[in-house]
């Protein structure tokens, strides 16, 4: 039984004596298996007691670095400041560097800045590009450790990867629009940018499944938007000129309102809509039934898990960093998660 404790003190938590102790660890015969259990809870209790011991008094600064809409990162932002309180006795402190345009340049400056005012580790979400990796791999060599957010920059030093199975969720959207418009119209699939990794891997393995499940339909990307309303709204505007069979959309990357604004203006309205979060505007659409499906995953567990990451990469904490990915809620208007469902 692997430990880091004196028999004695392993004897004291569970109230056993020493020379019991002592035969449970080496495995010895002739114990109960309820002496096993108690012996194995005491060196829990006291694996977890050691680790608040590691954190009192030490002070961790972190940056949550991200391009989003403001809709997204602000939702991200309040999961982030709700968490920190449960990392005590340690005390966390974050600093914010939110922007919703696509920039790798002021990307990258904004991570060197960070480096340069040093840092005990980032969350990061950026685009999946060479430079941005750069500058991931200059913050590990100067020994702050980055942990990406939502979607990844695999080919980085990134210490790991926290967020939605987005494979997971592009198959589970193309299920969605398959079970609830099996005609043959086009879906109309909208991203914010083709260069963040996670919302390409939910295009791939949408684009995959709709085949094998619904092989009628065809796909009409949009991208390059940013997920911001006018650029989204303008593009989706476009789309459906050109494309008047579309009567479905999976939006991957935001820009829900004005899609469905886009769709209002020429006297349509999608057969299916699948969002992705459960941030301010999606929450209302689902409750006003405009939009049918939103894909959640719990923003303030993966915060949790990002902070905890990088503390195990101090650490403050046991154990050894590895990627987690978070499970895929459907969401519809009637499973609105109990935060949600006041106005």
């Given at each position: ?12 938590q ?29 060196v ?14 030490r ?11 403001v ?9 982030l ?52 990796a ?27 990867y ?82 008047p ?23 349509r ?75």
């Amino acid at each position: 039984m692997p430990h880091r404790h004196k028999v004695r003190e392993i004897a004291q938590q569970s109230g056993l004596s020493e020379a019991t102790v002592d035969r449970v660890l080496h495995r010895r015969p002739g114990v109960r298996a309820a002496t096993v259990a108690e012996v194995e809870r005491a060196v829990e209790e006291l694996d977890r007691q050691a680790s608040q011991l590691r954190l009192v008094g030490r002070t961790f600064l972190l940056d949550l670095v991200m391009q989003a809409p403001v809709r997204f990162s602000t939702a991200v932002r309040a999961a982030l400041e709700a968490e920190l309180p449960s990392l005590r006795p340690a005390v966390v402190r974050s600093r914010f560097h939110l922007r919703e345009e696509a920039d790798v340049g002021a990307m990258v400056a904004t991570l060197r800045d960070v480096r340069r005012r040093r840092s005990h580790g980032v969350v990061l979400k950026a685009p999946d590009h060479p430079d941005v990796a750069a500058e991931v791999a200059a913050l590990s060599d100067a020994g702050v450790p980055v942990v990406t957010l939502v979607t990844d920059v695999p080919r980085s030093r990134r210490l790991a990867y926290v967020g939605i199975d987005n494979a997971a969720a592009g198959r589970t959207a193309a299920y969605l629009v398959a079970q609830a418009a099996p005609e043959s119209g086009a879906v109309l699939v909208t991203l914010s940018r083709s260069d963040f990794r996670g919302e390409e891997q939910r295009v791939e393995a949408f684009v995959d499944a709709l085949a094998d499940l619904a092989p009628d339909r065809r796909v009409v990307d949009l991208t390059d938007t940013d997920g911001l309303d006018p650029t989204t709204g303008a593009g989706v505007r476009e789309a459906l000129a050109a494309h008047p069979d579309v009567d479905a959309v999976y939006s991957v990357g935001g820009g829900n309102r004005a899609t469905l604004d886009a769709f209002a203006d020429v006297g349509r309205s999608p057969q299916v809509f699948v969002a992705h979060d459960l941030d301010a505007d999606n929450t209302e659409l689902l409750r006003t039934r405009r939009v049918h499906y939103a894909l959640h995953h719990d923003l303030r567990a993966d915060t949790r898990r990002a902070c905890r990451l990088l503390l195990q990469h101090h650490g403050a904490l046991p154990g050894a960093p590895t990627s987690v990915p978070s499970q895929v809620q459907v969401v519809t208007p009637f499973n609105l998660p109990r935060a949600f469902t006041t106005p």
